[in-house]
């Protein structure tokens, strides 16, 4: 086995068995009707399941939520506070997702705030001791310019790309290298960087391309290299309004692969950038980082592939094998003399290099209906027969690759026909089971790419699922409802926690539902007190198996209820973002009608914080290794009408009390003691400035004894009796 994985499954086993599963994330924001996002999370959550971790997903989903605030950015980014030790082991990132939204600055400080945890990067933004998981643009477009200058001839060529886009950039100047590596000057007027991606902007490029050349008949330009699959989409169309057609008159490449590529006029050769297999080497990374937190690793560059379809002037490889004759004498066994074992024995060594995920079983029993085909000639075909049980449990576990399927019926027809070449009607009959197996492939690509249009919205019942949540009015009204409507939107179970009251930021919470429902002595403790999201106790989470799930913020708004982590069944993506919104609304319309309007009674501003910790506004919700100065006092906050409790509160942050203590001091400069006394003095300046709060309910509100010992407490610590502080500043 490779070194590497045998030690990754060494350190996770030992992690397993001494029942501390390690658990990873990813966070990014994307378009997830777009593959790359939906690839990217495949991959991962296959290494994360190939690996035995647990996988949360932090991801942001956008162009979804139609009618959601323009802000959403906002709303996403309050997943940051979840993406700390103990809920999480490691992070992979995509950083240069947030780009569109926000400056690179904020973005890289925004990933700073994370460390120490160790992390690994999927997009093109350096982060300072985060390696990354790239490809090389560089071998890239080599690939590209070395298919069109060898097999076309191509010399005359133009860029498109746009100036926003770092990636873009970069091809730009592989791009510009490439010419000189080949001796071919870079023409006038031949590099078009659009101001941004949008169609209009695209056209205008376009038209300018069409006013400084003559783009029929490759008379003056041979090909546009183009930076995106999206661009190489839009310039076909734009060429297509002015009777240039693509490639008779003018040749075109993308890059990316994406949706856009495959769907337009001329389907785009582009480049594969290998997402799934980007999302899963990440998590091998991620594991190597955490396994060696002091290693400095170095950024890993992916293959890339390059995929050729018609627009560079070629035609899919399937398209030119199927007009080739598979007959050759290359593939047949030793001879006509040849005994049944040999033949055998032949087959099964073939079949193994046509189907190398297949286990020896599988292979043998490909053997045997293809003996059982060409000599007894059932009906329906026995290869049939394997081939729909190698479909059906490819589906179970990950998608169907059409043009991979195809090459596999097309390699093993190259090895049957010679065998039967000298039998007309056994010849005739293994031809036709060969057109039915490639049917076969076609149904059920044709099914999965229709139950893929049809899932991303589920409109057949999600408007049914819609008046269920709008219909509830009550708390557990939203609770059958989501124990009831789940499973119709593939969604296993959910982790549920609301907060008491509206809040203009996420506070602390009651973990109130558990679905599937947890064994008795986990269920007796809901709703339990949750005081900083990242100390959820682990035992609330799936026991015994590992888990995936969504994180999902609960907002309407500006106001916030509360998040639920949502057991990921269907890898559609907008259906998390679905159910958020429709939990959501619903929520509000609670929260209205019984009057959970009022912000938390117990809420301390950042600076009254600032001001008793004397630290800078930033340090108070730093993330050192062990306990932070946002947990300690978020939990003492909740408590500021009680006594102070050391066993109560290192039981309840999961930490010891010693080492409660120990960090305490270290942050704040103040024993547990200490600081709770002076929260609640800082609270009391709250309560003072409301003329109808008599001192006597302000003592019983923040815990004290009695009026007189809350005066004397008052005093000491602001050199003023409650009632002349209270007349200097109401």
Same mark, same amino acid.
């Given at each position: 086995?490779? *070194?590497g994985?045998?030690k990754?499954?060494? /350190? ?10 390690? @658990?990873?994330? /990813?966070?990014? +924001?994307? =378009?997830f ?5 939906q ?14 971790l647990n ?7 956008i162009?979804?939520?139609l009618f959601d ?14 993406m700390?030790?103990?809920l999480?082991?490691?992070?992979v990132?995509?950083a ?5 939204f926000?400056?690179?600055?904020t973005?890289?400080?925004t ?11 999927i997009?093109?933004l ?6 990354c998981?790239?490809i090389d !643009? ?11 200058i ?5 010399k !005359?060529?133009v ?10 950039? #970069? ?9 000189k590596?080949?001796n071919i000057?870079?023409l006038?007027?031949? +590099?078009?960087m659009?101001?941004t ?6 056209a205008?490029?376009?038209?300018? $391309?069409?006013?400084a050349?003559?783009?029929?008949d490759?008379q ?18 734009e060429l297509?309004?002015?009777?240039i ?9 993308g890059?990316?692969n ?6 337009a ?5 582009t ?10 080497a990440?998590?091998?990374?991620l &594991?190597?980082?955490?396994m ?9 560059l ?5 995929l050729i379809? *018609?627009?560079c ?27 049944e074992?040999?033949v ?5 060594? %073939?079949?193994r290099?046509?189907?190398? %995920? ?6 043998t029993n490909?053997v ?8 007894e000639?059932q009906?329906?075909?026995s ?8 479909l ?13 399927l195809?090459? !596999?019926?097309t390699?093993?027809r190259a ?7 000298d ?10 089971? /060969?057109h039915?197996?490639?049917? $076969?492939?076609?149904v059920?690509?044709?099914?999965d790419?229709?139950? @893929? #249009?049809?899932?991303s ?6 408007? *049914?699922?819609?008046m269920?949540?709008a219909?509830? @009015?009550?708390?557990? *009204?939203?609770?059958?409802?989501l124990?009831y ?16 009251n ?9 973990l109130?539902l ?6 008795a =002595? ?7 007190? &949750?005081?900083?999201p990242?100390?959820?106790p ?6 015994g198996r590992?888990y995936s799930v969504?994180l999902?913020? $609960?907002?309407?708004?500006?106001r916030? /209820?509360g998040?639920a982590?949502l057991?990921?069944?269907t ?7 679905t ?8 929520l509000?319309?609670?929260y ?7 912000e938390?009674s117990?809420?301390l501003s950042?600076e ?5 910790l ?10 050192k290794?062990g306990?932070?100065v946002r947990q300690?006092?978020?939990? $003492?906050v ?8 050391l ?21 704040t400069?103040? @024993?547990? %003691?200490?600081l709770?006394?002076?929260l609640?003095?800082?609270q ?16 019983v ?6 009026? !007189? ?22």
């Amino acid at each position: 086995m490779n *070194q590497g994985i045998a030690k990754r499954r060494a /350190f996770l086993t030992q992690r397993k068995n001494a029942g501390n599963r390690v @658990t990873i994330g /990813f966070t990014g +924001i994307a =378009d997830f009707r777009s593959f790359i996002g939906q690839e990217y999370i495949a991959g991962m959550m296959k290494a994360a399941s190939d690996y035995d971790l647990n996988f949360i997903n932090f991801a942001g989903a956008i162009k979804y939520s139609l009618f959601d605030d323009i802000d959403f950015i906002s709303h996403y980014l309050k997943n940051f506070r979840f993406m700390k030790a103990p809920l999480v082991d490691g992070l992979v990132t995509w950083a240069s997702s947030l780009c569109s939204f926000l400056d690179n600055k904020t973005v890289i400080s925004t990933f700073n705030s994370l460390k120490p945890l160790p992390m690994v990067d999927i997009g093109y933004l350096d982060i300072e001791g985060v390696p990354c998981i790239r490809i090389d !643009n560089n071998s890239s477009i080599a690939l590209i310019m070395d298919h069109l200058i060898k097999k076309h001839g191509y010399k !005359n060529f133009v860029f498109m790309g746009s100036k926003i886009s770092e990636p873009h950039i #970069r091809r730009l100047e592989a791009y510009q290298e490439e010419l000189k590596k080949y001796n071919i000057p870079e023409l006038p007027n031949s +590099i078009y960087m659009t101001k941004t991606m949008d169609s209009i902007d695209i056209a205008m490029a376009v038209n300018q $391309l069409c006013s400084a050349y003559n783009l029929k008949d490759h008379q003056e330009i041979d090909c546009i290299i183009t930076s995106s699959d999206i661009i190489a989409s839009i310039v076909i169309e734009e060429l297509d309004k002015r009777g240039i057609c693509v490639p008779k008159d003018v040749s075109i490449t993308g890059f990316n692969n994406q949706y856009n590529g495959i769907t337009a006029r001329s389907p785009v050769t582009t480049m594969n950038l290998e997402y799934f297999r980007r999302g899963y080497a990440a998590v091998e990374l991620l &594991i190597d980082r955490i396994m060696n937190p002091d290693i400095i690793f170095e950024t890993r560059l992916v293959p890339t592939t390059l995929l050729i379809r *018609q627009s560079c002037g070629c035609f899919e490889q399937s398209i030119v094998d199927a007009g080739k004759s598979d007959i050759s004498q290359s593939f047949s066994p030793a001879g006509s003399n040849s005994s049944e074992e040999e033949v055998r024995n032949f087959l099964f060594n %073939q079949a193994r290099i046509i189907f190398p %995920q297949q286990n020896e079983t599988e292979i043998t029993n490909l053997v045997d209906s293809i003996f059982i085909d060409i000599y007894e000639q059932q009906t329906p075909s026995s290869m049939l027969r394997w081939f729909q049980n190698l479909l059906q449990n490819i589906r179970k576990d990950s998608t169907l690759v059409n043009s991979e399927l195809q090459q !596999n019926i097309t390699n093993l027809r190259a090895v049957i026909l010679p065998m039967v070449k000298d039998d007309d009607s056994q010849f005739s009959h293994i031809e036709n089971i /060969f057109h039915q197996l490639r049917s $076969l492939v076609s149904v059920f690509i044709e099914y999965d790419t229709l139950s @893929t #249009r049809e899932n991303s919205y589920m409109m057949n019942n999600m408007s *049914q699922i819609a008046m269920n949540f709008a219909s509830a @009015t009550t708390g557990k *009204q939203i609770q059958d409802v989501l124990r009831y409507q789940l499973s119709e939107m593939e969604i296993p179970g959910i982790m549920l926690c609301l907060s008491e009251n509206m809040t203009m930021d996420l506070s602390s919470s009651n973990l109130e539902l558990i679905l599937p429902e947890p064994p008795a =002595d986990i269920k007796e403790k809901l709703p339990f007190k &949750i005081y900083d999201p990242t100390c959820i106790p682990k035992s609330f989470f799936p026991q015994g198996r590992r888990y995936s799930v969504m994180l999902e913020i $609960l907002y309407h708004a500006d106001r916030y /209820f509360g998040y639920a982590f949502l057991e990921i069944g269907t890898q559609n993506i907008s259906i998390y973002d679905t159910v958020r919104m429709l939990l959501s609304n619903a929520l509000h319309a609670v929260y209205m009608k019984e009057g959970r309007t009022k912000e938390h009674s117990m809420l301390l501003s950042g600076e009254q914080l600032v001001g008793i910790l004397h630290l800078p506004s930033d340090n108070v919700q730093e993330n050192k290794n062990g306990i932070t100065v946002r947990q300690i006092t978020n939990y $003492l906050v909740e408590h500021l009408n009680e006594m102070t409790n050391l066993d109560k509160m290192a039981d309840e942050l999961m930490v010891s009390k010693s080492h409660l203590v120990r960090r305490a001091k270290e942050l704040t400069g103040y @024993t547990i %003691q200490t600081l709770h006394e002076k929260l609640k003095i800082e609270q009391a300046k709250n309560l003072l400035q409301v003329d109808t709060i008599k001192l006597s309910e302000i003592a019983v509100r923040l815990g004290f004894q009695n009026q !007189n010992y809350f005066s004397s407490v008052f005093k000491k610590n602001t050199g003023m009796s409650p009632r002349a502080w209270a007349h200097r500043y109401r």
